[in-house]
């Protein structure tokens, strides 16, 4: 199966937007010679030395996992786990555990900058151990408390007058994308666990000279930050359409504040779209005019789509869904059997333990139009009817209430509990008239459109980097360390 990456076989505007920031990306760092064509270099970059892994490093240790209530002689702490990486990777600690370790363990185990978490066991068939993360600066300066990591990670603290530690990350990095640490995972009672010590002890790590370390640590950095700045910007523009989702239909801030007298604080043509005044309803007391519904009226659940048995489509599995955020991974191409199927304006909702729990959701906005895919059995889709905005049943998806409500209604043996769509389409919500939901889908749609091309530049530096890594780590591509090292690359 292969990557279904539109922007290279679909769009032309995007395709030449990435080729855009290629050109800017390229043109800043003066110190890479490439082949405009294929990315090769004239010359190998010389590696003056190698080094085994364990001579780099000051110190090593396993994690540590605590307790989870205080108790006497214990240290509140985030604990890092595997699963914990990608996000901690791009600076959010979001679904971190808090936890609880023993003073004189906590001291020892405490996780400084720079330091290098390797994952030495829990790994599976398509994800196995050996996965790396590098703690920058800021992520312990924005830390609310102290961090470690987990008993099935270890941390790796590189001596930086022998090797710059980010090098090290991309080197290791590098290894597991090649799949070269496969072959020291073993598995033991079901766990796959990672043969760390005898890694560290026979891992031979080329070293270049230190300015060059740092200054291809640099480039893939400046990657890496990029994509970290997408996402971040991407969590407030969510924040931003949820917040205004919760004011207007489940808060009804602007009618009460019209109600009491007070100012709204909307421009007066979005303002005279709101009532000044409550009616009682089943649902309790509802904006003057509006009307109690449920989601099984004003929106389709599971929609009904042809799609032939056997024709290729996008396919996303439960994996490629977010548990925060709406875009979800690239999905692949194959064969469709059978399944949920959607197109774009659609949302994904997990509907079976953990993953509702654990709110994986999607709003699918990457199909090329009236394009149908398809994706887990375990997803309900959402699509909601005219006046509703597409965007609204994504943010009904991720509102509190309905999500407790789905959990609550879950049926079915334990371990494997789902909700029914028959328990979301009870769910009961209000109706706003058409003006109003007209200009609150024009406002969020102008966010998640914004959304939609920071997750697509995010696509394709991932693939630069993806593909500059190996290039550079093993000298194909050329290094030049000079004052152009270091440019302020403003992609």
Not at 60 to 70: H, I, R, T
Request: charged share 25%; with cysteine; hydrophobic share 35%.
């Amino acid at each position: 199966m292969c990557p279904y990456i539109r922007g290279y076989d679909g769009h032309t505007a995007y395709k030449a937007r990435v080729l855009a920031f290629l050109q800017e990306f390229f043109g800043k760092f003066q110190c890479l010679r490439l082949n405009s064509t294929n990315f090769s270099s004239h010359g190998q970059t010389k590696v003056t030395s190698k080094a085994i892994l364990k001579d780099l490093l000051v110190e090593s240790k396993d994690g540590e996992w605590g307790k989870a209530e205080l108790i006497s002689n214990h240290q509140k702490m985030l604990v890092i786990r595997g699963t914990d990486f990608s996000t901690v990777r791009f600076g959010s600690l979001k679904g971190v555990p808090t936890r609880f370790i023993p003073d004189h363990i906590a001291k020892r185990k405490c996780l400084h900058p720079a330091d290098i978490l390797i994952e030495t066991a829990g790994g599976t068939k398509d994800q196995p151990t050996g996965r790396t993360v590098f703690l920058k600066d800021r992520l312990l300066e924005h830390s609310p408390a102290p961090l470690t990591c987990s008993s099935f990670t270890r941390f790796l603290r590189v001596n930086p007058d022998l090797a710059d530690p980010e090098y090290i990350f991309w080197f290791l990095q590098f290894l597991y994308e090649s799949g070269r640490l496969e072959s020291h995972q073993v598995q033991h009672t079901g766990i796959a666990r990672f043969q760390y010590t005898k890694f560290s002890e026979t891992a031979r790590i080329p070293l270049p000279p230190l300015p060059e370390q740092r200054a291809i640590a640099h480039i893939l950095g400046t990657l890496d930050d990029k994509i970290e700045l997408n996402r971040r910007m991407n969590e407030t523009l969510e924040a931003m359409a949820q917040a205004l989702f919760k004011s207007w239909f489940v808060d009804f801030d602007p009618v009460r504040a019209k109600a009491e007298g007070r100012n709204t604080g909307l421009t007066k043509e979005i303002a005279d779209l709101f009532p000044d005044g409550f009616e009682d309803s089943e649902l309790g007391e509802i904006p003057r005019g509006w009307e109690a519904t449920t989601v099984g009226e004003v929106f389709e659940l599971n929609p009904t789509e042809k799609l032939p048995k056997g024709n290729i489509a996008p396919y996303l599995d439960m994996a490629t869904v977010p548990t925060h955020g709406s875009y979800p991974d690239l999905p692949i191409l194959r064969p469709f059997i059978s399944g949920s199927k959607y197109r774009n304006g659609d949302t994904l909702f997990a509907r079976i333990t953990p993953c509702l729990e654990n709110g994986k959701t999607a709003f699918i906005q990457s199909l090329q139009e009236n394009e149908i895919a398809c994706g887990s059995t375990e997803f309900i889709v959402i699509r909601p009817k005219e006046p509703f905005p597409k965007e609204f049943g994504y943010l009904l998806a991720r509102d509190s209430a309905f999500r407790e409500h789905a959990i609550q209604s879950m049926s079915g043996t334990s371990g494997r509990q789902r909700v029914q769509e028959s328990a979301l389409a009870a769910f009961k919500i209000t109706e706003p008239g058409s003006r109003t939901l007209k200009v609150f889908g024009t406002l969020v749609n102008s966010l998640f459109r914004i959304i939609k091309l920071n997750s697509e530049q995010n696509f394709a530096l991932a693939q630069i980097r993806d593909l500059l890594l190996p290039k550079l780590l093993s000298g194909e591509i050329k290094i030049q360390v000079g004052e152009s090292t270091y440019p302020q690359v403003g992609v």
